[in-house]
């Protein structure tokens, strides 16, 4: 008797020790990466298939569209928002100056707080000499004396704008000499509603910050943009630059208050287009434009926690009753609520949850193994994603490798800025952090609509 105990406890012992291992043993961990895998994956299908579509349309082999001047030349309002750039508004003015358009460009630089912004109202006013020279070039400088924001300053250049394009552009983003021209080969199509202009970061070589941005830039702008505009699933239109139907614009009733103008319209114009479905939103990747990121990690944080912010408010406060297919169309409201509202708001609890779980119950060395499988998998995820790019959308072939250097430390960059969209979301949650954006002034937000 006194051995079958003994044979019973070496069993129990032995069946403790091999579930104990089992708990510890990083293949558990494999079991929740489907989760973050597969809700990766099937965006990386689309995003890719849509850039080999565009390569087909464009024609295989070739590295310039076809046709790259337009049959007519329309006027073209440019709405350049400035705020405190100072000098830097003169890049922007002359490169719109610049522009091989043979068409009428007109510029309109709204001086958000002009009374406080004299540098910057003075070197907006320093440009008007160099317009006048030019017959198909005008600038109209309009000083706001009081802060309104941003959605006071586009509306009151959408006001004064009397091209059939209106181009909402930043003031500190200079533009390539064929922007306008390449933009309105894409508005003939009388389909295309409005579209993203292309984004480049101009001072990439600053700073370990700048060189990542420039590649997240071309990953999911310059890339992820043409993928998903092949689908018809563009999911926002830059702020920094963005192009439109100045009619349809206005028939929507211009931008809204509040912060995140950029996305907020969007989600409008995809309502549009549910009511008039052969109508698109499209991208465009020969247009470019040049910003400057933030150049320091703490600047770069600052610039996201408000960014991951505005989306909680976008999609959870302002929106979330009219992402429906009645609305928006089922494929507009299924990519929305999966690559929008999950992938901006959910997924960065499931990460960061995670995170805190296993290297908080696991052994260390265990820990560091699912970490190393991690990045491996997201590392060969990202290189099959910018090698896709490369060969179907880049025409700067070497400017593109030169980005992709930082490809080994991207996996890294991201699974930080989750951790961050983590923060901005519950300071958004518990504190209404969009009210004290630097994008429009307190008593403006606060006297718009509560969500």
């Given at each position: 008797m006194r051995e079958l105990d003994i044979s019973v406890s070496q069993v129990l012992m032995e069946?403790?020790?091999?579930?104990?291992?089992?708990?510890?043993?990083?293949?558990?961990?494999?079991?929740?990466?489907?989760?973050?895998?597969?809700?990766?994956?099937?965006?990386?299908?689309?995003?890719?298939?849509?850039?080999?579509?565009?390569?087909?349309?464009?024609?295989?082999?070739?590295?310039?569209?076809?046709?790259?001047?337009?049959?007519?030349?329309?006027?073209?309002?440019?709405?350049?928002?400035?705020?405190?750039?100072?000098?830097?508004?003169?890049?922007?003015?002359?490169?719109?100056l610049h522009q091989d358009y043979p068409g009428h460009v007109e510029v309109i630089m709204v001086i958000d707080g002009a009374m406080a912004n004299h540098e910057t109202l003075a070197a907006a006013r320093r440009q008007a000499s160099a317009f006048r020279q030019h017959a198909n070039r005008t600038l109209r400088?309009?000083?706001?004396?009081?802060?309104?924001?941003?959605?006071?300053?586009?509306?009151?250049?959408?006001?004064?704008?009397?091209?059939?394009?209106?181009?909402?552009?930043?003031?500190?983003?200079?533009?390539?000499?064929?922007m306008v021209t390449r933009s309105v080969v894409v508005f003939e199509d009388p389909d295309v509603l409005a579209a993203a202009g292309n984004l480049r970061i101009r001072n990439r070589k600053v700073s370990l910050a700048t060189r990542?941005?420039?590649?997240?830039?071309?990953?999911?702008?310059?890339?992820?943009?043409?993928?998903?505009?092949?689908?018809?699933?563009?999911?926002?239109?830059?702020?920094?630059?963005?192009?439109?139907?100045?009619?349809?614009?206005?028939?929507?009733?211009?931008?809204?208050t509040h912060t995140a103008e950029d996305l907020d319209l969007t989600l409008r114009l995809k309502q549009y287009q549910r009511r008039h479905p052969h109508m698109r939103l499209a991208f465009i990747p020969e247009a470019v434009g040049f910003t400057d990121g933030p150049e320091t990690l703490r600047s770069l944080a600052s610039q996201?926690?408000?960014?991951?912010?505005?989306?909680?408010?976008?999609?959870?406060?302002?929106?979330?009753?009219?992402?429906?297919?009645?609305?928006?169309g089922w494929p507009g409201t299924l990519f929305t609520m999966t690559y929008g509202l999950v992938q901006s708001v959910a997924l960065p609890f499931l990460i960061g949850g995670y995170v805190i779980w296993w290297y908080a119950t696991q052994p260390l060395v265990h820990a560091v193994s699912i970490s190393v499988l991690l990045y491996l998998i997201y590392l060969l995820l990202c290189s099959w994603y910018a090698l896709a790019g490369l060969c179907?959308?880049?025409?700067?072939?070497?400017?593109?490798?030169?980005?992709?250097?930082?490809l080994p430390v991207l996996p890294f960059y991201q699974l930080s800025?989750?951790?961050?969209?983590?923060?901005?979301?519950?300071?958004?949650?518990?504190?209404?952090?969009?009210?004290?954006?630097s994008m429009a002034p307190w008593w403006v937000l606060r006297r718009g609509k509560r969500f």
């Open positions: 069946m403790h020790w091999v579930s104990g291992s089992m708990l510890h043993s990083p293949w558990v961990a494999v079991s929740i990466l489907p989760l973050l895998i597969l809700f990766e994956l099937p965006l990386a299908a689309i995003v890719i298939t849509g850039m080999v579509g565009h390569l087909r349309d464009r024609g295989w082999g070739s590295t310039h569209d076809a046709r790259v001047m337009p049959e007519r030349y329309p006027s073209v309002s440019c709405l350049v928002l400035c705020y405190s750039e100072g000098e830097g508004v003169t890049a922007s003015a002359e490169s719109l400088v309009v000083p706001k004396w009081q802060r309104g924001g941003r959605v006071s300053s586009l509306n009151t250049g959408l006001g004064l704008a009397t091209g059939e394009l209106v181009y909402a552009l930043d003031g500190d983003t200079g533009f390539a000499s064929d990542l941005q420039s590649l997240e830039y071309l990953l999911s702008i310059e890339y992820g943009r043409t993928g998903l505009a092949r689908w018809n699933l563009i999911n926002n239109i830059s702020g920094a630059f963005g192009i439109f139907r100045t009619d349809i614009v206005r028939q929507v009733g211009g931008w809204d996201r926690m408000r960014w991951e912010g505005d989306l909680y408010f976008i999609y959870l406060r302002k929106h979330w009753r009219g992402m429906r297919p009645r609305l928006m179907c959308v880049s025409r700067d072939i070497p400017v593109a490798l030169r980005n992709m250097v930082w800025m989750r951790l961050l969209a983590l923060v901005a979301i519950l300071n958004e949650m518990l504190r209404r952090s969009h009210e004290e954006t």
